[in-house]
């Protein structure tokens, strides 16, 4: 097994997690249809400020073997049903389909128990099979799936599927 770790993002590494964001929407892009601004960005930068700012959210930087290997993004919340949201999360091509995605899920469910919640374009099939799949195992079968939510509409309009747990 390699050695997956997370850390928790300092400030010096805004810029970091701000550009494998940018390889974060790109790749979502094929999903949603958005586009670049003209200086060739998704603009990223212009709202990951809030990650440093607001006390309620978490920015983690995933390393495989000292390497980067992606980030997830989590926020309280002060929904009275929801604890956590799982914002945004990113593993790399390389490692993917080697547990490391599911690694990471199990550490933040882990280091934050409550009732957490999470979105996904239906468009995007590898997220469709994961979710489901890796919060099935972690809660045993116990989540609810909300498809075609009318709350959760992307870019070019497709409806997300929304999942909540326990953790």
């Not at 701000?18 to 212009?46: P, R, V």
């Not at 989590?74 to 929904?79: F, K, M, T, V």
Request: charged share 25%; aromatic share 16%.
């Amino acid at each position: 097994m390699k050695n997956i770790a997370l850390e928790l993002a300092t400030i010096e590494q805004k810029e970091l997690v701000a550009n494998l964001m940018e390889k974060y929407e790109y790749e979502f892009s094929q999903y949603t249809k958005s586009t670049m601004n003209e200086s060739g960005l998704y603009g990223c930068i212009d709202w990951i400020d809030t990650y440093w700012q607001d006390e309620e959210r978490r920015q983690y930087i995933v390393r495989v073997d000292g390497k980067l290997a992606g980030f997830a993004l989590i926020r309280g919340s002060e929904n009275d049903n929801i604890d956590f949201y799982i914002e945004e999360f990113f593993i790399i091509y390389d490692y993917r389909k080697q547990g490391v995605g599911q690694f990471v899920v199990n550490y933040l469910l882990g280091q934050h128990k409550g009732h957490w919640a999470l979105v996904y374009t239906p468009r995007n099939l590898p997220a469709a099979k994961f979710w489901p799949k890796v919060i099935g195992e972690y809660t045993g079968g116990k989540y609810k799936i909300f498809e075609n939510n009318p709350n959760i509409v992307y870019d070019d309009g497709t409806l997300g599927t929304g999942l909540s747990f326990e953790s």
